[in-house]
C-alpha cells in the first residue's frame, strides 16, 4: 500500500524546508566570504600604497640621496621626491611618456592599482616651467593623495604651509597658497606649461577658482606646482593644492603623532558628509550586508511562523 498523501506532503514540506534552509545559508556565507575577501583586497591595496614603502628610498642629508639612486636604478622615471609637511604625503615622483601609465604603475615600475605620483608628461622633469601639474590617486588611509581634499578645512589649509621637493639632486622648498576645487575637465587649469602672458590669465582664473588662498605674493614668474587628485564633492571634481616651488628650504616641525590626529570632520547635517569619511570598500558592502541582513530576517520570521504551527497542532 503506498504512502498517503498528507505524509507525502508533510516530506515535501520538509524537504522544501530544508533546500530553503540550506540556501539561504550558502547565501549567508558567500556574503561572509564576499566581506573578507573585501577587507583582505582592501589592506593590500593600502599596504602597497603607504609612504612606508619608500621610506628606505628617500633621499636624505646623511645618505646623500644614495638610497634614492636605488630606487631610479629599479625604475629610471623616477626623477623626484614630494613630502607634504604635517600630511602623509611623503613619495617618490615619476613620470612616464604619457599621462596613463603611472596611473596604474608603482615607483619601483610595478603594476599597482594605487598608481604613482606622476609630473604632468607635458612638464620638464627640472620643473622651471611656470605651472606644473602631479597627480596621484585619492585613496583612504591617508596613502597617495588621499589627504589633499582635507585641505577644503580651513584649519588644516593654515596650518599646513610648507612641503619639501627633492629633484635635480637637492632640496627645494614648497609654499602652499591655495586650495582649489574644479572640474576634470577645465582646461584652463590643467594645461601645462603656460607661456608667455597666458601666465596671468592662468594664475587669475586659478585663484578664481580658490576655496581658500593666501597672499605670498606669487607672481607670473614663479614655478609653480599643483597637486592634483580626485574629488568626492562633485561629479568629475577635482582638489588641487598650488604651492610656489622656492629655493629656500622650510623646516618641518610636525610630529608623527600631530601628522596622523588629524581627521576630516564629519558632517553633522548631512549622511553625504558621513559617506565621505567611510572607506569606499564598506560602501560597496552596505548594500550586500543589508540583504544578508534581510534574508536573515525572513528566515528567523519563517521559522518562529513554523514552529508556532506545530505547537498549534498539538493542542
Known amino acids: 500500500m503506498g504512502m498517503p498523501a498528507e505524509a507525502i506532503g508533510k516530506k515535501a514540506v520538509k524537504w522544501a524546508n530544508s533546500a530553503i534552509n540550506a540556501a539561504v545559508l550558502t547565501v549567508l556565507l558567500l556574503f561572509t566570504a564576499f566581506a573578507g575577501y573585501a577587507l583582505w583586497d582592501s589592506k593590500q591595496l593600502y599596504q602597497a600604497a603607504d609612504k612606508s614603502q619608500y621610506e628606505i628610498f628617500k633621499p636624505t642629508a646623511e645618505n646623500e640621496g644614495r638610497s634614492f639612486q636605488e630606487l631610479r636604478a629599479l625604475n629610471a622615471e623616477v626623477f623626484a621626491w614630494l613630502s607634504v609637511y604635517g600630511t602623509n ?129 606669487v607672481t607670473t614668474e614663479d614655478n609653480i606646482i599643483l597637486l592634483s587628485t580626485c574629488s568626492s564633492a562633485s561629479t568629475n571634481g577635482r582638489d588641487i593644492l598650488a604651492g610656489r616651488i622656492t629655493d629656500g628650504l622650510f623646516e618641518d616641525t610636525f610630529t608623527n603623532a600631530e601628522t596622523n590626529n588629524w581627521h576630516k570632520p564629519v558632517s553633522a547635517d548631512s549622511w553625504a558628509g558621513l559617506a565621505d569619511n567611510l572607506p569606499r570598500w564598506l560602501l560597496a558592502l552596505i548594500p550586500l550586508l543589508l540583504s544578508a541582513v534581510s534574508v536573515l530576517l525572513l528566515l528567523v520570521i519563517r521559522n518562529r511562523r513554523k514552529q508556532h504551527g506545530k505547537e498549534a497542532g498539538k493542542k
Not at 591655495?178 to 601645462?192: G, K, L, P, Q, R
Open 89 to 217: 604625503i611623503d613619495y617618490p615622483v615619476t613620470q612616464g611618456q604619457d599621462n596613463m601609465k603611472y596611473v596604474n604603475t608603482n615607483a619601483q615600475g610595478l603594476y599597482s592599482l594605487s598608481g604613482s605620483i606622476f609630473l604632468d608628461c607635458r612638464n620638464r622633469k627640472d620643473f622651471s616651467d611656470f605651472n606644473n601639474i602631479l597627480y596621484g590617486h585619492h585613496m583612504e588611509k591617508k596613502t597617495m593623495f588621499g589627504e589633499i581634499g582635507n585641505f577644503a578645512d580651513k584649519g588644516m589649509f593654515e596650518s599646513r604651509r610648507y612641503g619639501n621637493l627633492y629633484f635635480g639632486g637637492k632640496d627645494h622648498g614648497v609654499e602652499f597658497f591655495a586650495f582649489v576645487h574644479t572640474d576634470a575637465y577645465d582646461s584652463t587649469v590643467f594645461t601645462a606649461n603656460i607661456k608667455g602672458e597666458a601666465r596671468r590669465a592662468w594664475l587669475e582664473g586659478l585663484l578664481a577658482k580658490a576655496v581658500h588662498e593666501r597672499d605670498i605674493g
